[in-house]
Structure formats: C-alpha cells, structure tokens
C-alpha cells in the first residue's frame, strides 16, 4: 500500500510552460500538506504548504482536494531555475511527514 | 526560514562502527525529527522529538537507533553498529509553531563500506 504517490516523471518543458503536477494520499485522515522542491544530492526546501481553499506563491499554485484525496502544484512560466525534484508531503495523525517519491522536472530553453 | 547547520556533511565508517550524527537549530525549537534518503529513493521518517522525549519513531527506527540531545541545543541520531544498507542522507528538520511546517537541514551524506 503506498501512502503517498506522485506522478512519474520525467517531466521535459520549454521556458515558459505551463505544467502541473498530482500527488494522491490513501489516508482519509491526513492533516496537513506540502510542496518541497529537492534539487540534487540537496535537502528538500518547502516550497509551499497545500490549504483547503488553495493558494498561490508567485507562479507557483497549490490546491488540495480532500474527497479526492490528491494535491496538486500548478508552475506557471517554467524558468531553467525551476529544474528540480517536486516533493508532495503529508501529515498524518502523527507527527511524520510521509514524502511521495517526487517528480522530476526539467525545464530547457 | 528556520536556520538548520548539521555536522559532518559526509561520514565514511566501516560496518560496524558507531556513528554520531549532529543536527545544531539556530533558535530555539521544541519538535525536532531525523529522515534519511537513501540514494534514488523517497525520503523517510525515522523519529521525531519533543520537549526531549521521542514522540513518534518508525518502523526504520530499531535498537541501533538512538537520539538525545546532550547539551540542550545539540540534537543527534547514533547509529550503534552501522550496515552497509544505513548508507543514506541523514537530514534533521524543525518545525516551526503550530503550522507544522518543517524545515530540513543540509544533511549528513553517511556512507558505509
């Protein structure tokens, strides 16, 4: 049973794409949710918590869908920069983040 | 963002050996949590640590797993006898209030031969 799954990648785009990413979670009583953003032998760096009501950083928006169980993290006008590994995370009832495998994007110009 | 500082940024020990890896906040936090990253894998909780007690460990987190933290700022993860299989990145993270945001340090590269 896998607790947080996440789209395959690789995903390849030009600069100034549109592109989004799904992430589905399997327990109905998960709390809390996140984008992290993990470039290469890096940490992961929280890019943006997922509210229920959505929200948007900049070119960056996150929305979550309980009855659905999936979150997903829409980048608007992809740069070279945002080249890297997408984490969704999810907390539980618990204390632990439950990390996805991630997505990789590429961004190329 | 929460200032995170971990030590050593690469450990090479042979099987068997004890390793101590050191995860320093910049502030004062209450939860702290230790994750590992084996190479091309998910990252994974391994135990989390409040008001200096584990609140929540894993099933990763067996008897050659320890955490403290000494010196009331310091907090590690002891590895008694590593395996090869503990080669991973080792990072610490805090969390911040009641958002339960977490926010991970540069971690520790542990390889063992």
């Not at chain 2, 990253?37 to 099933?59: D, M, P, R």
């Amino acid at each position: 049973r896998k607790e947080v799954e996440q789209d395959p990648g690789p995903f390849n785009v030009p600069e100034g794409a549109t592109v989004a990413f799904n992430c589905t979670y399997s327990n109905s009583a998960s709390q809390s949710f996140f984008w992290y953003r993990q470039d290469c032998r890096k940490e992961p760096k929280l890019l943006m918590s997922v509210y229920s009501s959505g929200n948007e950083d900049g070119r960056f928006t996150a929305q979550l869908n309980r009855a659905s169980q999936y979150i997903s993290l829409l980048i608007r006008d992809s740069k070279l920069s945002d080249s890297a590994t997408y984490l969704c995370a999810v907390k539980q009832a618990g204390t632990a983040l439950i990390f996805g495998k991630g997505t990789t994007l590429s961004v190329s110009s | 963002e929460p200032e995170v500082t971990q030590t050593p940024s690469h450990q090479v020990t042979q099987m068997g050996q004890e390793v101590i890896l050191r995860c320093v906040p910049i502030s004062n936090h209450l939860y702290f949590y230790w994750y590992r990253q084996i190479l091309g894998q998910k990252v994974e909780f391994l135990v989390s640590f409040y008001n200096n007690e584990i609140s929540e460990k894993s099933e990763i987190f067996d008897d050659q797993f320890s955490v403290e933290r000494p010196d009331g700022s310091n907090f590690t993860l002891k590895i008694r006898s590593t395996k090869l299989e503990d080669s991973a990145m080792y990072f610490c993270a805090i969390q911040t209030g009641s958002s339960y945001e977490q926010y991970f340090g540069p971690g520790t590269r542990l390889t063992v031969t």
